[in-house]
């Protein structure tokens, strides 16, 4: 039988993991990020800038209902 409560668990901590990764390289190495992103998307630095946050909220949202979520409701079930 497969485990999903420990297949949740480790995933929460992988991409929770993977989100404060992400967060330290658009918070710690803003200009590098930015160089890169321009020089393939052609975007203004503003755009650029509001779409990290804007995915980094949106992974957030994600982590939470898609693993967090689920991890909590199996270990008050189990």
């Known amino acids: 039988m497969f485990d ?3 297949f949740l668990g480790w995933s929460v901590i992988v991409h929770f ?5 992400a967060t330290l390289m658009v918070a710690g190495a803003t200009d590098w990020v930015v160089r890169v992103h321009q020089k393939m998307f052609d975007l203004p ?3 650029l800038l509001m779409s990290y946050w804007y995915f980094l909220a949106f992974y957030k949202v994600l982590i939470w209902a898609l693993f967090l979520g689920p991890y909590v409701v199996l270990r008050w079930l189990m």
Do not use: D, K, P, Y
């Open 17 to 21: 993991g993977l989100l404060l990764v």
């Open 4 to 6: 999903w409560q420990a």
């Open 45 to 47: 630095r503003e755009r």
